[in-house]
């Protein structure tokens, strides 16, 4: 069983309330316009929501990863969109310079992450290594006091908007996992520029772009962790990452279970609304259900991260499993949002096809589904 605390449940009536104040207006405008929502990043950084995981002595608010995640998840259940950016920027740059960073790093690249000032985001994917990212290509040859980087990133979020990356390049090409090395770059490096901006189904709004490396200058002093020790950094994050992520699904389908159930008292057929059927009830019954179920294991995988993390330790299947459902559920929820809504939810402009759209993607980003399940099988078989 998990109480949420004082703090946790604060943070939710927090961002509730912002959420309904200054993104559930713009949203649909958003997704159709594709439009990036910058100006909220200083009021997301006002909120102490973007150092949310991480010491207020570098300009966080310090609640946590559970309330990482809630905010994550009412974000989500106004705009998608924000709530992808959101977590590119607050942990999977900002919490990874916090965790891996040196003291330099930290006051360097922080302050200004967690203001809202700048924006962050990962660069990991490449076109060629998406599921494989061992097998990514971009070259690292260190010369003197800097390292020439080369190469190509793919579907990066927040890519074009991005002041600070964690991008993660190969400092020897023959070594495996062990010639990975990660970097902060500054999209102000020389040799730093943005390829194709993608145009996306679902998600829009939130900017996913190709990051072109063309003798790229990064100091040797911007390497985050050791050198070939991408891996590690990688390996270590993947746990906080997915259990972070696993929170936008919730908010997708709590959004998309509040638009199915007001339809259902609205909407009339044959005489009586349409929630009267207990055909239309069986399937509010399943959303609300199966809803429930994933907020729980999300929380207490989130809950479980965070304890094994402060002992050195990874909840890898925990966190692979919350994110695993709580991705496919989103789907299934959303999907059921349409059918309930009939005709009407098969229109380009309605919400809950909206809500269909971008609830793929969590299936398919931060690693996939059977990546997720392969991961989870693994460690349950364990080794010969
Ligand atoms: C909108 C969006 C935002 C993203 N944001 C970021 C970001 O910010 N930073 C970043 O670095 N990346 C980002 N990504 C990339 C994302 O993490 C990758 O798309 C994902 O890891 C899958 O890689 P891929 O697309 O190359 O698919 P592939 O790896 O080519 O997979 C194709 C299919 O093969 C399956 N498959 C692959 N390997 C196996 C296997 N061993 N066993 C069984 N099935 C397998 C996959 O599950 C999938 O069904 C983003 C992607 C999208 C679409």
């Known amino acids: 069983m998990i109480e949420l605390s004082e703090a946790q449940q604060l943070i939710r009536r927090t961002v509730r309330n912002f959420a309904a104040a200054e993104i559930e207006p713009i949203a ?26 991480i010491e207020e002595r570098y300009g966080g ?13 009412e974000l989500a259940r106004a705009s998608a969109s924000v709530a992808l950016s959101y977590g590119a920027h607050a942990n999977l740059c900002a919490n990874n310079i916090a965790t891996n960073g040196s003291e330099a790093q930290k006051e360097r690249y922080l302050p200004g992450l967690c203001s809202g000032a700048e924006v962050g985001a990962l660069a990991l994917t490449e076109p060629e290594a998406g599921s494989d990212a061992v097998g990514i290509r971009t070259t690292a040859a260190r010369e003197g006091d800097v390292y020439r980087l080369n190469g190509t990133k793919m579907f990066i ?47 829009r709004g939130s900017p996913t772009a190709e990051l072109l490396l063309e003798d790229c200058l990064v100091p040797v002093g911007n390497v ?34 509040d638009a199915a159930v007001a339809y259902a008292r609205e909407r ?43 002992q050195g330790e990874r909840a890898n299947k925990e966190a692979a499993s919350a994110i ?12 059921k ?10 229109m380009s402009e309605s919400r809950v096809a909206r809500y269909v759209r971008d609830a793929k993607l969590l299936e398919i980003g931060a690693g996939t589904s059977e990546i997720r399940r392969l991961l989870i099988g693994r460690e349950l078989v364990g080794p010969e």
Request: aromatic share 8%; no cysteine.
């Open 28 to 53: 649909d405008r958003m997704d159709r316009e594709d439009e990036w929502p910058g100006h909220l990043w200083p009021m997301l950084g006002e909120l102490g929501l973007l150092g949310v995981t």
């Open 61 to 73: 608010s310090d609640a946590g990863l559970l309330a990482g995640v809630i905010a994550t998840e």
């Open 157 to 203: 979020t927040n890519g074009s908007e991005a002041d600070t990356l964690v991008l993660y390049a190969k400092t020897d090409p023959d070594a495996g996992s062990r010639g990975i090395t990660a970097f902060i770059v500054e999209s102000s490096f020389d040799g730093f520029s943005v390829g194709q901006k993608l145009d996306k189904v679902g998600h």
């Open 224 to 257: 985050l962790g050791r050198e070939g020790g991408g891996a590690a950094v990688m390996m270590q994050g993947l746990a906080v990452e997915r259990a972070f992520l696993a929170g936008e699904p919730l908010g997708i389908a709590q959004a998309a279970l």
């Open 268 to 310: 009339r057929q044959f005489g009586q609304r349409i929630g009267d059927f207990q055909l239309i009830q069986a399937m509010l019954a399943d959303m609300y259900t199966e809803l429930e179920a994933a907020r729980w294991l999300v929380y207490r995988a989130a809950s479980v991260v965070e304890q094994r993390a402060a």
């Open 324 to 335: 695993l459902y709580s991705a496919e559920m989103s789907s299934r929820v959303a999907d």
């Open 337 to 346: 949002a349409v059918q309930i809504h009939g005709g009407y939810g098969y």
